[in-house]
């Protein structure tokens, strides 16, 4: 008797459990995208009084209903976002300064309309700008590239083949001795062609304390800075700035000669610094700040960092795939 009814209560709080625990299943079983269609990478772009620049977002699900994300500006690295809050279409989320030159936080608004945001935000002089943007692209490949021809993307006579970022600051790219040369920091090289899926062999040295970056289509910046014998970071040498962490440093000393390895199909990334292989088939999540734009889908230069410190490279090499 006492066993029969102990079976027959067992069996109806079995039956509350698993009832229970099959309806949350349900619920967290559905697309991310379904349960919160902000949820996922996009592509930003902020127009400001001089001008539009590239920003990025993405949205993640946190639990069954917190959305948190990340966030990339003009310019820095990507930070955390706490919470984005999202209801009837309209989204708001706000990051505190990083490299900004002011003291209160970034706050952004916006809705979303299709697979497209448009909102608003203000820039550091408090003016208010509108911002759109849309779903970054996968970038998947459904068959490793066939390499090309290799290019010599230096040389070693004039700046043939580049041109600097911005016409309004003074550009301090030569060659001198063979060597492509950043003499007076203060503008951004990037070629004039554009390619898509490639490998890059590049050659360089830098004085102490400098600091440089070569882009990967303009968009993703593979760090170069003097770290030596400190411990590896995504903003460090040989980081995908503010995203991919190196398994090691493999920096030299300032003053020496190094070389770095890159290969970019999509978004799957490999770095080899100085024979070592820190960065191996990861994925770049979205644009890194200081981006030429953000139409990631797109063809794009290799754009040398000049504004920061001096660099030198004796050596730039690019295979293309096809």
């Excluded at 849309?134 to 290019?151: D, T």
């Excluded at 700046?159 to 040369?181: F, T, Y």
Aim: with cysteine.
């Amino acid at each position: 008797m006492f066993a029969t009814r102990f079976c027959v209560r067992w069996t109806f709080a079995a039956a509350l459990i698993l009832g229970s625990a099959t309806a949350f299943a349900g619920d967290d079983e559905k697309p991310a995208k379904q349960r919160a269609p902000i949820v996922g990478r996009w592509d930003m772009n902020v127009q400001s009084p001089e001008g539009a620049y590239p920003s990025w977002l993405e949205v993640r699900l946190s639990g069954y209903t917190t959305l948190v994300g990340s966030f990339v500006g003009q310019f820095g690295s990507a930070r955390p976002l706490a919470r984005v809050e999202f209801e009837n279409g309209r989204v708001r989320f706000s990051v505190p300064p990083q490299w900004e030159r002011r003291k209160d936080d970034l706050r952004f608004e916006g809705r979303l309309e299709g697979d497209a945001l448009h909102g608003e935000t203000t820039d550091e002089k408090g003016r208010r700008v509108t911002w759109t943007a849309r779903r970054a692209p996968a970038l998947k490949r459904s068959q490793p590239p066939r390499w090309g021809e290799s290019i010599e993307l230096i040389n070693g006579k004039d700046l043939s083949g580049w041109k600097p970022r911005s016409g309004e600051g003074k550009n301090g790219w030569i060659v001198q001795d063979s060597l492509l040369v950043n003499a007076t920091p203060g503008n951004d090289l990037a070629t004039e062609r554009k390619f898509l899926d490639f490998k890059l062999h590049a050659e360089f040295r830098y004085p102490r304390r400098s600091n440089s970056g070569i882009y990967l289509r303009g968009r993703y910046e593979v760090q170069i800075e003097d770290n030596y014998g400190e411990e590896a970071d995504r903003h460090k040498i040989g980081g995908i700035y503010g995203f991919l962490t190196p398994s090691v440093n493999a920096g030299k000393k300032a003053g020496e000669w190094q070389n770095v390895e890159v290969t970019l199909v999509g978004r799957v990334v490999t770095v080899v610094l100085n024979g070592e292989r820190v960065i191996d088939r990861q994925t770049i999540p979205g644009v890194t700040g200081g981006a030429l734009d953000s139409d990631e889908g797109a063809p794009g230069p290799i754009l040398l960092q000049g504004d920061h410190g001096p660099i030198e490279f004796r050596r730039l090499t690019l295979t293309p795939g096809n």
